[in-house]
């Protein structure tokens, strides 16, 4: 079981710049991927960025050049930086883990409130 903590939102106004954190507990030594979803009010949720244990990342079209994803495997934590954000950035971002050998990310966090000010 891998538990999944994050923390790190708020409001901002557009142009501002927010860092979000999340903190894995439990099995982490099964993780492999980890990335951060996010799903603004009326919209699927969409993948932001994601991250392997080795550092390769992937960011949505939207994110790149603004979000950067970062990880840390000592300390079990990824992170997102945000920057030059928009008021389409506003949504619930959250954060997920997928395990060596699986398809899909399995383990997901309850999620933090972005709200992005115009």
């Known amino acids: 079981q891998v538990q999944l903590v994050e923390s790190g939102g708020g409001l901002v106004q557009a142009g501002g710049s927010l860092r979000l954190s999340c903190a894995a507990s439990?099995?982490?030594?099964?993780?492999?991927?980890m990335g951060w979803y996010r799903q603004a009010p009326g919209k699927q949720r969409e993948v932001v960025a994601t991250i392997t244990r080795g550092g390769s990342t992937n960011y949505a079209d939207s994110v790149k050049g603004r979000f950067t994803i970062a990880r840390d495997n000592a300390k079990n934590t990824v992170y997102l930086q945000m920057n030059s954000l928009k008021p389409e950035d506003t949504a619930v971002y959250y954060c997920?883990?997928?395990?060596?050998?699986?398809?899909?990310?399995?383990?997901w966090g309850t999620g933090t409130q972005v709200t992005v000010s115009s």
């Open positions: 997920a883990a997928k395990r060596f050998f699986a398809r899909d990310f399995g383990s």
């Open positions: 439990g099995s982490t030594f099964s993780i492999n991927d």
